[in-house]
């Protein structure tokens, strides 16, 4: 039941603070990229680690991914962004990869 909780929390935060307006804001070139990838690789853990079969969470981190940049459509101050897709795609990815290198060893 705590990871159940532990990821709708992890979704309400991701939700939260891809929708907050951030004009005015001074950014450091690229930080938000990274952001977005480290959000997204410990997304898909949360899936895989809630019982999730690996593709699956891959799917659902990615798929909440494409949602997130949707709803920004919408929101004041913030718009859609594929480098920001680009970057929630490879975090979850490269979970998707650690998983093999460090569990299917041989």
Known sequence: ML?????????????????IPVTGVPAIKGLDKVAHFLIYFFLTFLFYWNG?????AVICSISYGILMEIVQLMAPGRELSFYDFLANCIGSLLFFVSHFVFYNKK
Request: charged share 15%.
């Open 52 to 56: 999730f079969i690996l593709s699956k």
């Open 3 to 19: 990871k159940k909780i532990i990821l709708v929390i992890a979704l309400i935060f991701i939700f939260i603070f891809q929708t």
